[in-house]
């Protein structure tokens, strides 16, 4: 492809997906923005697992997608929902996701955190299990579905797995909580539920521990980019409140923090496909900078978007005269660029010492651009409030 090609490319075919994934991420941003101030109050505990979720959501299932998409491009999946490996790669999906939200609760109780904590526990199980399944199978759906059309999945998938990761993850806690207010006896039941329809999937896919072994250096990074993930969490809760002051960051936040994510993995998924395909032979190759150039040009619209979008939701919701963040539109390219220059170099790095890019790239960026998107939004507040 020349690079005019790739410009078009990320254009007619990045763009739409990382818009269509906004507009998703916006979804879950007003469920924050209008529940930020009584998370804070009543569960705060959520605070610090929450970026931990949202990424875990783009780690496991971004990997799934990228990793469907060289299986289907290598011939070892059938383009079909039917095919057993569908299944299997949901159930490993799910406890893959279960393990670290786990993990993240028990280190949240250890810090302090014990206003609710036991029910914040099964808020967490029980979303985790009906957000794994339905996410899963829109990965599964969305990768085979373009791969038959002719679309690189690569270029479509992440994002919008990503975003629909973003679009179930809050309101999934946020019914999870309003449910457990309204009626604990049925906020109990659902969790019973969830957690049986999890053990008859998991024994219909005949998944064994052996097969799931498979999947340890998966596992073990995004366990440990679970644990990482604290650092985002414990910044939102220190920064809730300035976040909440500028009022279109609460609004914004998810989405800030997906669309990065969705640059790096995109960026990471073409890298992984040229690399296993032989199409990259040494780091300063022309065409894998010229994708991030290609994609980068896309960036500034990406940025004043999120400014339209955060203002106009925060005047239909709350009233609020609508504010344009000049902050962020002129930093938020910059901040991609970052990413994607990230992307590139880590899974060249890792494909050089014979780790697999799907597997450890991919959940690596998701979780590094949820850290760096946290630490910027909190920057642009600070900016924005002249704090």
């Known amino acids: 492809?020349?690079?005019?090609?790739?410009?078009?490319?990320a254009f007619r075919v990045s763009l739409p997906s990382l818009v269509l994934s906004l507009v998703i991420g916006f979804f879950g941003g007003t469920f924050l923005g209008k529940y930020l101030d009584r998370i804070r109050k009543s569960y705060p505990g959520l605070l610090v697992i929450l970026p931990g979720m949202m990424g875990l959501r783009g780690n496991v299932f971004s990997?799934?997608?990228s990793r469907f998409s060289t299986m289907l491009y290598l011939g070892e999946l059938e383009p079909s929902m039917r095919d057993r490996k569908v299944l299997e790669?949901?159930?490993i999906a799910m406890l893959?996701?279960?393990i670290p939200v786990t993990l993240l609760w028990a280190i949240g109780v250890i810090r302090g955190i014990r206003y609710h904590a036991f029910e914040i526990l099964f808020?967490?199980?029980?979303s985790t299990i009906l957000v794994s399944l339905i996410l899963g199978y829109f990965t599964a759906g969305i990768t085979i579905l373009a791969f038959k059309r002719d679309v690189d999945p690569d270029s479509l998938a992440a994002p919008l797995v990503a975003s629909m990761g973003d679009l179930l993850t809050i309101p999934t806690l946020i019914g999870f909580i309003l449910l457990l207010e309204a009626s604990g006896k049925a906020f109990w039941t659902l969790n019973g539920a969830s957690i049986l329809l999890l053990l008859v999937l998991w024994f219909l896919s005949r998944v064994r521990f052996a097969e799931f072994l498979k999947y340890k250096q998966l596992f073990t990074t995004i366990t440990a980019l679970a644990m990482l993930s604290l650092i985002s969490g414990f910044t939102l809760e220190r920064f809730s409140g300035l976040i909440a002051s500028t009022v279109i960051l609460g609004f914004a936040y998810p989405s800030i923090l997906s669309s990065f994510g969705n640059y790096g993995s995109i960026i990471a998924a073409k890298t992984s496909t040229k690399l296993n395909l032989g199409e990259i032979e040494s780091y300063f190759?022309?065409?894998p900078f010229e994708e991030i150039l290609a994609l980068l040009l896309t960036a500034?619209?990406?940025?004043?978007?999120i400014n339209l979008f955060s203002a106009g939701i925060a005047y239909l919701l709350l009233g609020l005269e609508p504010r344009f963040a000049l902050e962020l539109a002129v930093t938020y390219p910059l901040m991609a660029l970052f990413i994607m220059l990230y992307a590139y170099s880590l899974s060249y790095v890792l494909f050089q010492h014979n780790i697999d890019p799907d597997s450890v790239a991919i959940p690596l960026i998701a979780n590094n651009s949820d850290i760096f998107g946290t630490l910027y939004v909190v920057a642009i507040a600070k900016l924005m409030v002249g704090a």
């Open 63 to 65: 990997s799934m997608a």
């Open 300 to 305: 500034p619209i990406m940025g004043v978007l």
């Open 89 to 91: 790669n949901v159930v």
């Open 1 to 9: 492809m020349s690079f005019g090609d790739k410009v078009r490319n």
């Open 123 to 126: 808020i967490v199980i029980g």
């Open 96 to 98: 893959l996701s279960l």
């Open 285 to 287: 190759s022309r065409e």
